[in-house]
């Protein structure tokens, strides 16, 4: 009874999942019409916006670095930060990472598990989104990396299960990571069965290891893979 409601919540909330992303590409594709002038904005007239962008122009980059500090001394932001550095230590001492290894993270979010790279020495990291969090995050599409193949010695997605496409999504973390590099992916806490189907979606890496783990103050499970492109 009980797993019967859990499947149905569940469904329910990829339902939800589903349906933000859509909303949210509707969001990014749509370009509005009209925009207030930046440099004029009590004026009632709207005019056509010149570019992709209403308020480029006014964008300047201090607000930008104190949205960023501002951001980034939260609690939430520390702790979050923190669990995925011990997660990224934990690897380096079982020597699957290093600070030599050329190493992306994809729906990198605000940059969180970019930042925990960096602060521990891993000196060529890359984060990716659907939306940009400069100067942590590029924009990019997961499934469709801007990457050529074999470029990473570590590839991780703190949020698998966020992925519209995931085969799409996991193919592109296996071509863009080298043989003998490191995927390594994040999900909503699942139990034994779960991690089988993720781990069948890799089709060129084997498993490694499934952990459960806080990560970013929600319970998730995460599932180290080997890429060997066999
Ligand atoms: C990685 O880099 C950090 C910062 O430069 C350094 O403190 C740490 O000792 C390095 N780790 C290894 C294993 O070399
Ligand atoms: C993680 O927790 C789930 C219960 O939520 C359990 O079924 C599963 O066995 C745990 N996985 C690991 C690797 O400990």
């Known amino acids: 009874m009980e797993k019967h409601v859990q499947a149905f919540l569940h469904k329910i909330s990829y339902c939800f999942i589903t349906i933000a992303t859509i909303t949210l590409l509707l969001i990014i594709l749509q370009t509005p019409e009209t925009c207030v002038d930046p440099y004029n904005p009590h004026t009632k007239f709207h005019h056509r916006f010149p570019k992709s962008t209403c308020d480029y122009k006014h964008r300047v980059y201090t607000s930008l670095e104190k949205r960023n500090k501002r ?34 993270v994809v729906s990198a979010g605000a940059g969180q598990a ?4 960096k602060n521990m020495g891993v000196t060529e990291v890359i984060g990716v ?24 010695d570590f590839g991780f997605s703190p949020f698998l299960d966020r992925a519209l496409f995931p085969g799409r999504y996991v193919s592109e973390l296996e071509r863009t990571v080298n043989v003998g590099g490191v995927c390594l992916v994040a999900v909503e806490e699942c139990g034994p069965q779960e991690v089988d189907e993720i781990v069948k979606l890799f089709k060129k890496s084997q498993y490694v290891e499934a952990k459960n783990e806080t990560l970013a103050g929600e319970k998730m499970t995460r599932i180290t893979l080997k890429v060997i492109k066999r």
């Open 71 to 104: 951001l980034w001394a939260t609690s939430a932001w520390s702790h979050a930060v923190q669990s995925y550095l011990n997660v990224f230590q934990e690897l380096q001492s079982n020597n699957l990472l290093s600070n030599l290894s050329h190493s992306f």
């Open 129 to 152: 989104e659907i939306i940009d969090s400069p100067p942590l995050v590029s924009r990019a599409d997961p499934h469709s990396l801007p990457f050529f193949d074999d470029v990473f």
């Open 114 to 117: 970019v930042m925990a790279l």
